[in-house]
């Protein structure tokens, strides 16, 4: 499994833009009620 970094927002704020740390690789995610609700921690 990969590591990945948190580089950004994308241009209207609803996608998260992040990075692998040994390739430089970029990866988008959207930021749904899932997403939202594990970083809240439920």
Excluded: H, P, T, W
């Excluded at 590591?3 to 704020?13: N, P, S, T, W």
């Excluded at 992040?18 to 990866?27: N, T, Y």
Aim: net charge neutral; proline share 0%.
């Amino acid at each position: 499994m990969r590591e990945l970094r948190v580089v950004g927002l994308d241009i209207d704020g609803r996608r998260i833009i992040c990075e692998s740390g040994d390739s430089g690789e970029k990866f988008v995610l959207r930021s749904d009620d899932r997403l939202k609700a594990a970083l809240r921690g439920d």
